[in-house]
């Protein structure tokens, strides 16, 4: 990449950041009351995604190692946002999906997030606002066609 390409992606980078602070920062209180770690939000959020899954699958989904999973159910288990139910194809497997609470607990931390984006994008002029869209579905279109799965190289 030449230097006035590097400098852009730079730009591009900064101005990135600054948006997740910027919307991290409205959100915050209801995200620092929670009483789940990060690793535990983690799970819920793969277990949101991904559907009921055994605590393997999780592991795996997540990186971690089979025990750190099963300690990981565990807390969400006790926290009342999963469950633990019996994979009816295989009785020997445990299969893990949100609680009612945990599936109320995503939907309003996704919510919030939404919201706070919502009205930050009202305020752009409309040139603003297109060009974003632009940008934004350039980038999704870079990540679907797996132009940045490669290991990128500086």
Request: charged share 20%.
């Amino acid at each position: 990449m030449n230097s006035a390409r590097n400098s852009q992606v730079d730009e591009a980078v900064q101005a990135f950041q600054s948006l997740l602070q910027a919307l991290h920062a409205g959100a915050t209180s209801e995200w620092m009351d929670l009483h789940l770690t990060m690793p535990q939000l983690k799970g819920l959020f793969a277990i949101q995604r991904n559907g009921p899954l055994t605590v393997g699958l999780l592991a795996e989904t997540l990186g971690i190692g089979l025990p750190a999973a099963s300690q990981l159910v565990e807390r969400l288990v006790q926290s009342g946002v999963a469950e633990r139910n019996e994979d009816l194809s295989d009785r020997r497997r445990a299969l893990v999906c949100l609680s009612p609470e945990g599936e109320r607990l995503v939907v309003r931390l996704q919510q919030v997030s939404r919201d706070r984006l919502t009205k930050l994008l009202s305020v752009l002029e409309e040139d603003d606002l297109t060009a974003l869209i632009r940008g934004l579905r350039a980038l999704a279109g870079a990540i679907s066609t797996n132009r940045l799965t490669a290991p990128i190289s500086h």
